[in-house]
């Protein structure tokens, strides 16, 4: 068990609609990072927060956004849904002051599924 | 930017076969480098990692060294086993204010009995 709390782990909804994934990650890490995992893309960074903030922004659609709450929780929001969107995405943490060898520990995915 | 190349699998060995999984990276400054672990339905896991050059990471009998020549961190194993079977992702954090992960795009390893 990496520490690393998402759901649902199951999505399934229409084109069109809009969705909220949340992530709790290990308790004491302040960095929160979603990616999206997709059998043609593979593993593709989409944004990263800390403490609150945005840090880091990769492929990430305008369609999609992101936040973290005070309590460090993190939430992903998806809208506007397409087929395309259909992936598994994952939520990942790290430690304050682990430096660039610092492990992420992911949670198990959320299955998205757009019909 | 960043990128890892990874070879393509899916890769299927018999039990106490000999594994290599190559990888090779881009990436500007000192990267650290690590493998990633994929088993069916779950996250991702940390098998190990390296964060010099001449580093030898090592866990559950997986090793790796980071090769700065030939930018190169190729995974190995002696002798696998069925339990071995996984998607196994290798990948790299170079500098900036951030250290997220650029990913290779996996590799199925099958190991039969």
């Known amino acids: 068990d990496s520490g690393v709390t998402q759901t649902p782990k199951h999505l399934i909804t229409a084109t069109g609609q809009r969705v909220t994934l949340r992530c709790s990650p290990r308790s004491g890490d302040l960095s929160v990072y979603w990616y999206q995992q997709s059998l043609d893309q593979g593993l593709q960074f989409l944004i990263q927060y800390y403490n609150g903030e945005e840090r880091a922004k990769g492929n990430i659609l305008e369609r999609f956004s992101a936040q973290q709450f005070p309590d460090l929780h993190s939430e992903l929001n998806l809208s506007s849904l397409e087929l395309g969107d259909s992936a598994l995405y994952f939520c990942a943490s790290s430690a304050p002051g682990g430096g660039r060898g610092s492990p992420l520990h992911f949670g198990n995915g959320t299955r998205l599924t757009v019909t | 930017g960043d990128s890892v190349t990874q070879m393509e699998g899916p890769v299927t060995l018999s039990e106490e076969a000999f594994l290599t999984i190559n990888c090779t990276y881009t990436?500007?400054?000192?990267?650290?480098l690590f493998w990633y672990v994929q088993y069916p339905g779950e996250g991702l896991q940390l098998l190990l990692k390296?964060?010099?050059?001449?580093d030898k990471g090592s866990n559950k009998g997986f090793e790796a060294t980071y090769r700065k020549e030939t930018t190169s961190f190729h995974l190995e194993k002696g002798s696998v086993q069925v339990s071995d079977s996984a998607v196994y992702f290798c990948a790299l954090t170079s500098g900036g204010s951030n250290y997220k992960l650029t990913f290779g795009k996996g590799t199925l390893l099958t190991v039969n009995p």
């Open positions: 990436a500007t400054g000192y990267p650290s």
């Open positions: 390296a964060t010099k050059a001449d």
